[in-house]
């Protein structure tokens, strides 16, 4: 089962419907025993660092994500959820991440639409894709196993271990943002 923080920063019932299409069970919740529960945890919002750091830290969100990486469960950052799982983030006041990422992103240049992206083809089978970004801070250094250019280039995907970061969103890049977060999840493994 996967737990998709409701953070009130965007509708996640489409992720949640992707979700169930790749054949795993979703729910959308902010109740921590709901979360504690399951397998893996997501954390999604679109463009709204601040609003998605206040929303973590009034339910508490981000003590609960600590203990469920000490259990070894699945934790999964997309778009501002992805920034949410780093050290910092910077734009209009620096603000602490959860931390269970070892990255500080600092806002520059904003992006919404498609971009090219070099895959790393042995995680995702492929070796580039056109994804979605919208969002206004990147991991300006190149590691990880996707890469994106937008002024530069920026890490698009990162998984260590049972953390996972990705900064497009699967949910609005197609058939191929389905096949990514499917080939995520099936890296992560122990998701049911």
């Known amino acids: 089962m996967i737990a998709i923080c409701d953070l009130g920063l965007e509708n996640p019932k489409r992720l949640q419907r992707m979700l169930e299409r790749l054949g795993y069970m979703a729910i959308i919740t902010s109740d921590h025993s709901e979360i504690a529960c399951c397998d893996a945890v997501v954390l999604t919002g679109q463009d709204m660092f601040a609003e998605g750091f206040n929303a973590v830290k009034r339910n508490k969100l981000d003590s609960l994500?600590?203990?469920m990486n000490k259990k070894e469960r699945q934790i999964i950052g997309i778009g501002v959820g992805a920034h949410l799982l780093c050290r910092s983030y910077e734009s209009d006041g620096l603000y602490k991440g959860i931390g269970l990422l070892p990255f500080d992103i600092v806002a520059n240049t904003p992006v919404e639409g498609f971009l090219h992206t070099k895959l790393a083809s042995r995680t995702f089978g492929a070796d580039s894709a056109y994804l979605y970004y919208a969002q206004n801070g990147f991991l300006t250094r190149t590691e990880g196993c996707a890469t994106a250019h937008h002024n530069?280039?920026?890490t698009a995907a990162y998984i260590n271990k049972n953390v996972a970061a990705l900064?497009?969103?699967?949910?609005k890049s197609g058939?191929?943002?389905l096949n990514m977060?499917?080939?995520t999840l099936d890296v992560m493994e122990g998701i049911k």
Do not use: H, N
């Open 167 to 171: 900064w497009f969103y699967p949910q």
């Open 181 to 183: 977060l499917k080939m």
């Open 65 to 67: 994500i600590l203990s």
């Open 152 to 154: 530069g280039d920026f």
């Open 175 to 177: 058939e191929m943002g």
